[in-house]
């Protein structure tokens, strides 16, 4: 029978009760066996493979549990087998509901965390990687994530109790609570269930005393800093070094760049950079070099394996240089920057077309270009796009004042 009765379980409850308990301990063995493996150039694609499944995990639990919290509103419930066994009913109950509560907390807690973060082990799936109403931050992705690793202990204590449980009914009761959920065999006397009011109540308590446990606990610890999410929306360019003789002053301005990780998109930027620009209006001609701090990179949850050496090796070459002659195309706003990239070591030709708006004495320059991360003999120990995809696209927008 699909649906409840006073005496049983239908097959859509007993489906949806070990579809849930299979995913769940899943993604909790994904995730113990992820916090094992050794955080090394060698284990990166392992654990982003891991995590994603992790992830993907998580995301199907949630949304069973919002099935089955539906039809279980819409269902009748199976009387307790020993409703004289006041107190044993009603901490049944409360681990239950403590359960409920662990089906939608662990999975939103890591999905916020991962919609909040920049890049690592993409859920699998083709709906995208963020969440409505989550902006891309780190202090966000910090706080849900301590909210994640929190409530963990309260789903390791209701599962145990809940498997604790059921083993009394099967050795020591001996009676058919455990048949009920596996076979939808009937058991028990008719007669109004006893309120579930008060356990609720104690399960809701408990959540709310952990979530605020790690709400408070979050705001002590150390995380990526608000300072990086206000750059993510604008990076305020330094002032040019004393060397510069540019008679154009960048005032405002972004450097990022995006690439595919895993199948998903990864935005990075970069918070330190000079430009020191000589354009001349006229002929539309002119000479720039710019040079990126690579130490300022910011790559959501994988900067700093960005920032090791299969990557920007920042600890050996902590600053890029393009530099390049400018070039008007026409008589319009489109211009090219042609010269080089220099990026950690190695040098490589560079094209850069761009559109300048002149105001005045005031400039507007952007400009997108997508390199090969290849060429500049970045990722080798990444040979496949599997993991790392090879084109880097690079976004520039400045602003700029004649000086």
């Known amino acids: 029978m699909l649906t409840n009765t006073p005496l049983s379980y239908g097959v859509m409850a007993r489906g949806l009760h070990w579809a849930i308990a299979l995913l769940i301990l899943s993604a909790i063995g994904l995730g113990l066996y992820g916090e094992s493996v050794p955080r090394t150039a060698d284990t990166t694609a392992l654990l982003q493979t891991i995590y994603s499944a992790h992830k993907t995990i998580g995301v199907a639990t949630f949304f069973l549990a919002v099935l089955r919290v539906l039809w279980t509103l819409g269902q009748t419930r199976p009387v307790p087998l020993h409703p004289e066994r006041r107190l044993e009913t009603w901490a049944a109950e409360a681990v239950h509901f403590a359960l409920y ?64 449980g059921a083993l009394k009914h099967v050795l020591i009761d001996r009676d058919a609570t455990m048949a009920r959920m596996t076979t939808g065999r009937a058991a028990g006397r008719e007669a ?3 309120t579930q009011g008060a356990a609720a109540v104690a399960a809701l308590a408990i959540w709310i005393a952990v979530l605020l446990f790690a709400l408070l606990g979050s705001a002590g610890l150390p995380a990526h800093g608000t300072a990086q999410d206000e750059a993510r929306a604008t990076t305020p360019a330094p002032a040019a070094p004393d060397a510069a003789t540019g008679n154009w002053a960048v005032t405002q301005g972004s450097l990022s760049f995006d690439v595919v990780q895993m199948g998903a998109k990864v935005q990075g930027h970069f918070g330190n950079w000079t430009a020191d620009i000589h354009y001349d209006e006229d002929s539309g001609t002119g000479h720039v070099t710019v040079q990126i701090d690579t130490t300022s990179l910011d790559l959501g949850s994988v900067t700093d394996q ?26 319009g706003p489109d211009h090219i920057a042609t010269g080089s990239l220099t990026l950690i070591g190695t040098t490589a030709p560079l094209t850069l077309p761009f559109t300048l708006d002149l105001q005045g004495d005031t400039a507007h320059m952007t400009a997108q270009v997508t390199i090969d991360r290849r060429d500049w003999k970045m990722g080798a120990a990444y040979p496949d796009e599997g993991t790392v995809g090879f084109p880097i696209t690079v976004s520039v927008d400045l602003q700029a004042r004649k000086s």
Not at 306 to 331: L, P, Q
């Open 306 to 331: 960005a920032k090791g050496s299969e990557f920007f090796n920042v600890s050996h070459f902590a600053t890029a240089t393009f530099e390049g002659d400018i070039t008007r195309k026409g008589t």
């Open 101 to 164: 509560g662990a089906m939608f907390v662990m999975p939103l807690s890591g999905w916020i965390t991962h919609a909040a973060e920049q890049g690592f082990a993409p859920i699998w799936w083709p709906f995208g990687q963020d969440l409505p109403f989550v902006p891309k931050s780190d202090t966000l992705a910090h706080t849900a994530g301590h909210v994640h690793k929190t409530a963990i202990w309260v789903l390791y204590t209701a599962l145990a109790l809940h498997v604790l």
């Open 192 to 194: 109004p269930p006893a």
